[in-house]
């Protein structure tokens, strides 16, 4: 069997001409998601796909109204049996066999299972996408050792798809396709080693995120309270689904209940490091507690306005981090040339996030990579009352890598950072010590452009929303006189929009030109 390292080409260049026909006296939504691209919809790439064999039976579970076959019967000489458990709208094609039958069903597969094995792929896309019936079609499909490969819609769009059955298949047996695929998530699982796809090496990271329980602190306010063990447990699993090395730091009584979820395939690329929240020390020798009375009266003496979660203990927490990074610089246990953050529930951030880590990790930037959110000018900072008042933060802390020498400077500036402000007598969060260590260590630092949602999403292209960089960080940087960071996420937002990344409406598209060309001609008057 062949390698399918497919080509994004390839399938652009699949001809849907023949079937506008088809669709005459369909309405316009369905007329344009069928001819749509890969990347936003997934029907060329099963066509494409079709393309690679002949004379084969293509199972279609899930006929829906007909679409996923009638791409599927792109390819004329192959028989497409298409099965669903009500009669739907369809679009009949000479190779296309609809089968109002139910394939869940123990003797209907019996029926088919000749046809199902000898189908060199399948095609699965039920509802209600809540990944049970994904599992056990995979499971059954494992128990009669089916040798094909088997293509599931939605795997990342659904969290219960992602919870209940993506994560559930090692990651030697799945391949996320998706920047080719459905914007929703386009996953292929197989059971044949010679069967693979494009994957990229991501061996030599390792990933590092934490969990402490908060509410036990005592400074627990009301908003730290409501987030309770429950509500980050509910959204850690794609964080701990990761198939990366993972170092996973927690308070004792965690332990088990993340061991749990993390995938028990993944446990030799897995480190669990017990400590309990108040026993991390600083470089000074200070400890969290006394540290939280310090930032406690830090605040009362220099009040500032300040999300009621933000406590002294959350601060602290969000400080930690760059302890954890360290230490595990220092003992590398994967032997790995580059380090990432990751947030323990990165997944609140939005799905896009997930589908795009895998790429991003693959660029193995060197320097400290961020996403740089809004601009905050250097004068501004240097006015530390002023600065310090509303709690202005411009860089994200959610997630950010480096290769292991980037990562340990720059994760040591921002804790002697974090311990002159605190002598002089304040304390926010660990964003706002990103801009005082950059402007005096430019060098050091390589970064992105977007929001606190697209803070994974957008770290190759601007994947989504184009809108809040340009609203933010580079009408600001204009403003303040920073032509040159302007230019640099102007040119960042244009790449991706002449790639076809990303769509830009005219409004914005004429904001970014005016910004790009007026700062060019500041820049070099």
């Not at 908003?223 to 959204?235: L, Q």
């Not at 406590?311 to 930690?320: E, G, H, K, R, V």
């Not at 360290?326 to 990432?340: D, Q």
């Not at 004068?379 to 950010?400: A, H, P, Q, V």
């Amino acid at each position: 069997m062949p390698n399918y390292n497919i080509n994004l080409e390839d399938i652009k260049s699949i001809d849907f001409d023949r079937y506008k026909s088809t669709f005459e006296n369909l309405g316009f939504f369905e007329y344009s998601e069928f001819f749509d691209i890969p990347g936003r919809e997934h029907y060329r790439l099963l066509a494409y796909l079709s393309t690679l064999f002949d004379n084969a039976n293509i199972i279609d579970i899930g006929t829906h109204e007909g679409n996923s076959a009638l791409a599927l019967s792109y390819n004329k000489t192959n028989t497409v049996h298409s099965f669903d458990i009500v009669e739907k709208k369809v679009k009949p094609q000479d190779n296309i066999q609809f089968h109002i039958e139910d394939l869940f069903n123990a003797e209907v597969r019996k029926k088919w299972k000749d046809t199902i094995l000898s189908a060199p792929f399948i095609f699965l896309d039920v509802d209600p996408h809540n990944g049970e019936m994904e599992l056990e079609f995979y499971n059954y499909l494992k128990s009669i050792n089916y040798q094909g490969f088997v293509i599931c819609d939605d795997v990342w769009y659904f969290q219960e798809m992602r919870n209940n059955f993506w994560y559930k298949i090692p990651d030697t047996e799945r391949y996320d396709l998706t920047p080719i695929g459905h914007w929703s998530g386009t996953g292929v699982f197989t059971f044949n080693n010679d069967i693979t796809f494009h994957k990229y090496d991501n061996s030599n990271w390792t990933l590092v995120t934490a969990y402490f329980n908060l509410t036990k602190c005592p400074d627990a306010s009301e908003s730290i309270n409501k987030r309770d063990k429950n509500y980050y447990y509910s959204s850690a699993l794609s964080t701990l689904s990761l198939p990366y090395n993972l170092v996973i730091y927690c308070d004792s009584e965690s332990k088990e209940m993340i061991k749990s979820l993390r995938p028990a395939y993944l446990k030799e690329k897995t480190i669990y490091c017990v400590v309990e929240f108040d026993d991390f020390k600083f470089s000074d020798g200070k400890t969290i507690k006394e540290y939280r009375d310090i930032i406690n009266k830090n605040r009362q003496e220099h009040p500032y306005h300040f999300d009621n979660r933000n406590t002294a203990s959350y601060y602290l927490f969000c400080m930690t981090r760059y302890i954890m990074l360290n230490e595990m610089i220092e003992l590398n246990p994967f032997g790995s040339t580059h380090f990432a953050w990751i947030n323990f529930c990165i997944e609140r951030m939005g799905f896009k996030n997930l589908i795009r880590l895998d790429e991003a990790l693959s660029v193995k930037r060197d320097k400290f990579s961020t996403c740089y959110i809004d601009y905050i000018p250097e004068e501004l900072i240097k006015d530390t009352n002023e600065y310090f008042k509303w709690g202005r933060c411009s860089m994200c802390s959610g997630f950010f890598t480096g290769n292991k020498d980037y990562m340990n400077k720059v994760c040591n500036l921002i804790l002697d950072k974090f311990i002159e402000y605190a002598k002089i007598g304040y304390g926010h969060a660990d964003e706002q010590l990103y801009s005082p260590v950059y402007f005096e260590n430019k060098d050091l630092f390589d970064h992105y452009y977007g929001d606190y949602h697209q803070m994974i999403t957008n770290y190759v292209y601007i994947y989504d929303a184009p809108e809040p960089p340009i609203y933010n960080f580079i009408s600001n940087s204009f403003r303040c006189k920073n032509y040159k960071k302007c230019i640099e996420a102007c040119e960042f937002v244009l790449n991706s929009y002449i790639l076809n990344k990303c769509s830009i409406n005219d409004e914005y598209m004429n904001r970014l030109q005016t910004y790009y060309i007026n700062a060019q001609r500041e820049l070099h008057n």
